[in-house]
DNA sequence: TTTTAGCACTCTTTTTAATTGACTGCTAAT
DNA sequence: ATTAGCAGTCAATTAAAAAGAGTGCTAAAA
C-alpha cells in the first residue's frame, strides 16, 4: 500500500470520525489533498475498499472505514499528541485534589478523562481480595456494632460496620482483634474465609454468630469493593449512532449487567493500553462500539483500571493521548511529592 | 359540577395517563362509560374546557389533563391502594435486606420504589448537620493517618480518613478525643467548625495543621453526606414525552445541577407527601415534569426524604400508593422488630 | 503509465401533493 | 336532557416527483 494510499485511509478515518457520515472523494480533496483529483482519490478508494480497509454503506455512498481500517489507523497511522494546552492544565488541576484514598484517585482520574474525552468512563479499584492485610483494628461502636477497620500494605483502607443480635465486651473485640492480626497479618484478604471462622471458633468459643457475622461481614465488603464506578454514563447520548435504538439499548444494557465491563476491564496488562474494536469486543452487544482500557499504577503500586467506551468512531488519538498523559502525571508526581 | 362530569375527567386523566395521547369521546364511552352516548360525553367535556379542567392540542384533537385537571384529579379523585400483591410482596423481600446503616435503608428504599413505579427516584438521608453527636471516635492508622468516626443519636455512623503532613502520637489522640466528646457530646454535627478549632487550639497547643485538618476533613464529610442519591436514571427514556429533544434536556439539566432535586427534598414535611405538578415547580426546567416527594421516617427517627420525578401525567395512584405502602412497613417493621 | 475531466447511473433525502382518518361542534330529532 | 348524524378541521399517512450527493467508467491529457 503506497504512501498516498495511507494517507487516504488516513483521511477518511479522521472525517469519519470528526463526522459520522460516510466520506467522499470530493471532502478528501478539499479538506486534505487539494493537489489531487477527485478521480485519482477515487481510484485509490476502491482500491482501499478492495483490499478491505473502507466499505460503502449504499452503491452511492461515501465510505466509512472498516473493522480492518480502524485497527490499521490505530496500529500504524496515529501520533498520540492530541493534547491541548488547556487540558494538560485541567488534568493538572484535577490531579492535584488532595485524596486519602487511593480509590478516590482512581475516581478522580476516572472522572478526567471523561470529561476531557466526552466519553462514557467507567473503572475497578486494585483487585481487594489479592492485597495483603497490614493490620485489622475493631472498634466498639456500642454493645452491638463494631467497626473492622483493615489497613492494607499498599495503603487502602477497608471498613465497614458490623450488627449483632448480641452483646460483646471490649475484652471480646481485644481478643478477636489480638487474633485476627495474629492469623493474617501480611497474607491477602481473601484468606478471610469459612476455615479462618472454625479457626477463630475453636480458638475461643466465642457465640458462633458474632465470629460468623465478622467474617461475613468483611466478606461482603471485599465483594461490594469490586463495584465498576461509572462516570458520563449519558455523555454518548448525543453521539449520532445513539438514534438507533438497537445501539443505545446494548449500550445501556452493556454498563448495566456490569459483569460484562468488570470482565473486560480485569483483563487489564499493568501499564498497557488495550483496545477493542467492535467486533474484537467478545461480547455481542458491545460489536458497535469499541472499548480502550488502561491499568494504570503509581510506581509498581497498582491502581485498578480504567475503561473508555465509545463509538468504533471515537477519537482514538484523543483518549490514548490523554490516557498516556495522565499516566506519566501520576508517576511524575510520585517522584517528586510525597513518600 | 356533577357526579358524570367528575367521572368523565377520571376517565379522561386516567386513560391519558396510560397512552399519553389525547383522549377522544369515543373512548370515554368505549372504556368507561359505556351507558351515555359520544355526543353527551362531548357536551361534558367542552363544560370541563370552558372550567380549565382539560385543554385540546389543536381543533379537532381530544383532550388532555390541564394543570388543573391534574391538581384536581390528584386531590379529589384519586383512590391510593394500586398496589398488588406482587408488588407487596416484592417491597416485602426487599425491605426485609439487613442493613447495618440508616442510609443504606434510605437507598434501598429508594431503589424499590424506582423499580416499582418505573419512575427517576432520587433521595437524601437525614440532614447530617443538625443531628446530635453521640460520640466520636478517633483511631490511629499509621502515625500521618487517622480514622474519625463520629456516632450520632439517631445511630447513623459517619467516618472519614484523615491524613496529616507530620507526625501525631497515640497520647495525642487520646487527648483529642478526651476534648472533642467533652466538647460536643450532645451538640449537632455543624458544631464542628472554626470556633472549634481554635477551641481546641487554645486548650492544646498542639501542631494548629493537625487540628485544622481534622475539622476540615470532618465538614467535608459531613457535606459529602448530603449528596443526592439517584436510583433508575434512565428509565424515563423510554416515554413518549421523552421523543422532544428540549423534554429529555431539561431533565437531564435538572438531574445533574443536583441542587435542585435537594432543594425541594430538603422542602420536605415530616411524613408528609408533597405533589408538584408542572408549573407549580418553582424550577423552570420542571414545567413538564411532577415530582413527588416523601419525607419517610420510623418512629421519629427522621429517615431522609425520597422524590420520584416522572412527567406530568406520572402514574400518581401507583407512586403515592407504593409510598403509603412502604412508610406504613417501616414503621410496622419497627414495632414489632427490632430495637 | 498515471492522472484527470466529464458524464451516466444509482440511491437517498427532501419536497410537494393527495388521501385518509380521527376528532369535534352543532343542529335537529327523540 | 340526551342523542344521532353530519359538516368541518387538522394531523398523519401515503404516493409521487424532484433534487442532491455520490460513484464508476471512459477517454483524453500529462
Redesign the interface.
Known amino acids: 500500500m503506497d504512501e498516498r494510499k495511507k494517507k487516504i485511509l488516513r483521511a477518511i478515518v479522521d472525517e469519519y470520525i470528526e463526522t459520522a457520515e460516510p466520506v467522499s472523494s470530493n471532502t478528501i480533496v478539499q479538506k486534505y489533498e487539494p493537489n489531487i483529483s477527485s478521480a485519482t482519490v477515487r481510484n485509490d478508494m476502491a482500491e482501499l475498499e478492495r483490499i478491505g480497509f473502507i466499505e460503502k454503506t449504499h452503491t452511492s455512498s461515501g465510505r466509512v472505514p472498516s473493522a480492518k481500517g480502524y485497527r490499521l489507523y490505530v496500529d500504524e497511522l496515529l501520533k498520540y499528541d492530541d493534547i491541548s494546552v488547556e487540558e494538560i492544565k485541567y488534568i493538572g488541576e484535577k490531579l492535584k485534589t488532595?485524596v486519602?484514598?487511593l480509590e478516590d484517585l482512581t475516581k478522580i482520574t476516572t472522572s478526567t478523562i471523561s470529561e476531557i474525552t466526552h466519553y462514557t468512563t467507567v473503572s475497578v479499584g486494585p483487585e481487594s481480595s489479592k492485597q495483603n492485610i497490614e493490620?485489622i483494628?475493631f472498634?466498639m461502636?456500642?454493645s452491638r456494632?463494631l467497626?473492622a477497620?483493615i489497613?492494607t500494605e499498599i495503603g487502602t483502607?477497608k471498613?465497614?460496620?458490623?450488627?449483632f443480635d448480641e452483646d460483646i465486651t471490649q475484652e471480646q473485640v481485644n481478643t478477636l482483634t489480638y487474633l485476627f492480626n495474629n492469623k493474617l497479618r501480611g497474607k491477602p484478604l481473601d484468606m478471610i474465609d469459612k476455615p479462618l471462622e472454625e479457626y477463630i471458633f475453636n480458638e475461643l468459643h466465642y457465640s458462633i454468630n458474632i465470629i460468623k457475622t465478622i467474617i461475613e461481614?468483611i466478606q461482603k465488603m471485599i465483594k461490594n469493593d469490586e463495584k465498576l464506578y461509572l462516570e458520563g454514563?449519558?455523555k454518548n447520548f448525543d453521539l449520532p449512532e445513539f438514534k438507533s435504538l438497537d445501539v443505545a439499548r446494548n449500550f445501556?444494557n452493556v454498563l448495566d449487567e456490569n459483569d460484562t465491563m468488570l470482565d473486560i476491564l480485569k483483563n487489564g496488562v499493568a501499564n498497557d493500553i488495550q483496545i477493542y474494536i467492535g467486533d474484537e469486543n467478545k461480547n455481542e452487544e458491545l460489536k458497535d462500539f469499541s472499548v480502550i482500557t488502561f491499568k494504570h499504577s503509581i510506581g509498581n503500586k497498582d491502581l485498578g483500571t480504567i475503561g473508555i467506551i465509545g463509538p468504533k468512531r471515537m477519537n482514538y488519538s484523543k483518549v490514548i493521548s490523554v490516557m498516556k498523559y495522565i499516566s506519566k502525571m501520576l508517576n511524575d508526581d510520585n517522584m517528586n511529592g510525597k513518600e
Chains 1, 2 share one sequence.
Not at 159 to 163: G, H, L, N, P, R
Open positions: 488532595k486519602n484514598q493490620e483494628k472498634v461502636l456500642g456494632m467497626m477497620i489497613v483502607i471498613e465497614t460496620i458490623i450488627k461481614e454514563r449519558n445501556v
